[in-house]
Every structure is written in C-alpha cells, then in structure tokens.
C-alpha cells in the first residue's frame, strides 16, 4: 500500500449516504479507514440525536 493510494468513499459521500439512511462500508485497515468508520460512527451518532430531540419536540408540541 503506498501513500498515494486513493481513499474509495469521500467524506462527502458519507454524508449523502447518512442523509439517505444508507450504510457504506470501508475495509480498509489503514489510517483512512480507522478514520472513516470513526466519523460514520459520529456522524451516525448525530444523525440519531438530532431524529431524537426532534421527535420529542414534536411530541411536545401535539400534546399542547
């Protein structure tokens, strides 16, 4: 593996495929892949949180 070898999946990518509920998968066991998985990981955290407090917000708001 050298330096120069391209990374498969953007970040950008990961962000569309969040935003579409889809899941990619990196198997790559370098840097780039250690650090893919950990941002999908966060961002899936994100992604979740957000859908929470909206739904409670929501919620919230048809029981007024």
Do not use: C, H, W
């Not at 992604?47 to 909206?54: A, E, F, G, S």
């Amino acid at each position: 593996m050298s330096i120069g070898m391209p990374i498969a999946v953007t970040f950008t990518e990961i962000i569309t495929a969040l935003k579409k509920s889809q899941i990619i998968y990196s198997n790559r066991k370098d840097e780039f892949g250690y650090v893919y998985r950990t941002f999908y990981n966060m961002s899936s955290g994100i992604k979740n949180l957000i859908n929470t407090v909206y739904k409670k917000e929501i919620a919230i708001k048809d029981a007024d």
